[in-house]
């Protein structure tokens, strides 16, 4: 007994939590025990489905990546089942397997545990959402965008987002208060619903609204970045209706606001609030939403055997998957220090989030963003053109070839020639 190996578990096995093993095993080789616990033995690729659903095809045919053949190769034991608590002093979780209702509850013991367990999108709390609303967040609701695609009468179409309620409590002061979770998807999307209705001859930006609760739509973009997007989009004949507050209710015929404001639309798209899991939200090591805190090594102040990456962290605003990213390579090293396979001074960067963006906007062209100054940096880049569609296009297929583990060169490859591309 003596002679075990440190019990590392990785809650989550998508963007944050699949890199975040790979490179636990490529910076602490033998040294742990790595158990990977996920409900779903697939990742889904959320940001291009919009892509495969405008072009007519099926995401779960093209946006699904096997997981567990991965964590196999890696030598790392993959458990398909769902998570339903954990016990910071006694450092256990609670698992069902989840691939057959009525499995009994099992406990896992663990020396580190990395909870990337994303947030549930909350549909569930938009009234009428599920009659009449659409997203493209997942394979069901991709193809139910299809469907209504394929029936589209020609009315106005409206995209946006409901508030995100970001936790305050142990918010470090460089970090803002975000009112949207992730505003990027908005904005690729209207771009590239205006290219799809033009290219089935059913109208332009005219029929469609962008609409954000925040004075301004994207804002973590920064505003340099937004004022010209907007003025584009405005050129373009977008409508766009700020400040909503919040979305209240969906119907048949529109969207009602919390700010009292409401639009017209036989097509209503909205991006959900980002939920914490309900097992989270009373724990000590979470604040009053149920976002895990951490430090910039993504590391829990209290309890620093446990750490968080991902949607899940507290300092992951707004929800990005590229913010994930970062944060994995530091949570692996810093797990790789703690069982001796590093020394202390391999720790790394810690958390300096960027926002890294490339949106699909129609017309095999897209858009690139690099931006910190939402976060008091001075980073500042918008370029648009085939290029950016490209590396959307590329970055998948390099994500799918290495699975989920994008060689070290990637970032600052990509910054490297996107930041100095000229835009067409
Ligand atoms: C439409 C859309 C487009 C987007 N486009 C972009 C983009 O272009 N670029 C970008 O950087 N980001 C984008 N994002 C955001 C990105 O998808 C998220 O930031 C990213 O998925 C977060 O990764 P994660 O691993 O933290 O969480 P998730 O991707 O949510 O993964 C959580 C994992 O945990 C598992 N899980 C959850 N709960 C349990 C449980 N209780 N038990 C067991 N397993 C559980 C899930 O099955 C899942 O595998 C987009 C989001 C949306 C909705």
Redesign the pocket.
Known sequence: MGTAKPKVVV???????LTTARFIRQHAGDRVDLVV????PY?TF??N??MEVLAGHDPLETMLLDTPAIHVKDGNTFLN????ALDPDARRVQIVPSDRPGSAVESLAYDYVVI????R?AYDRIAGFGEHGDA??SGFYGNKLRRRLAAYRGGPIAIGSARFHQGLQGKPDWLPVGLAA?E??PLELGLAMAHWLESHRLGDAHKITLFTPAQMIAEDAGEAIVTSFLQMAAKKGFGYLNNTVDVTRLHAEGIEFESGASLEAEIKIV?PDWVP?QFLVELPITDERGFVLTDRRMRNPTHPEILA????AALTVP????L?HQQAEIAARQIAIAVGALGHDDAGPEYHPEIL???DIGGHQGFYIHSDTWYGGTTSVFKMGHAPYAMKLAFKEMYFRTGGKPPAFGVPATHLLMDHFPGE
Do not use: M, T, W
């Open positions: 809650l989550g096995s998508s963007f944050a939590g616990v996920d409900r779903n990742l959320v940001p489905i919009q089942a769902e998570v339903v990337a367990l994303g947030n999108l493209v967040s992730c990027g998807p991006i899991h990456v991902g949607d899940a929800k990005l998957g590229s994930g963006c490339f949106g």
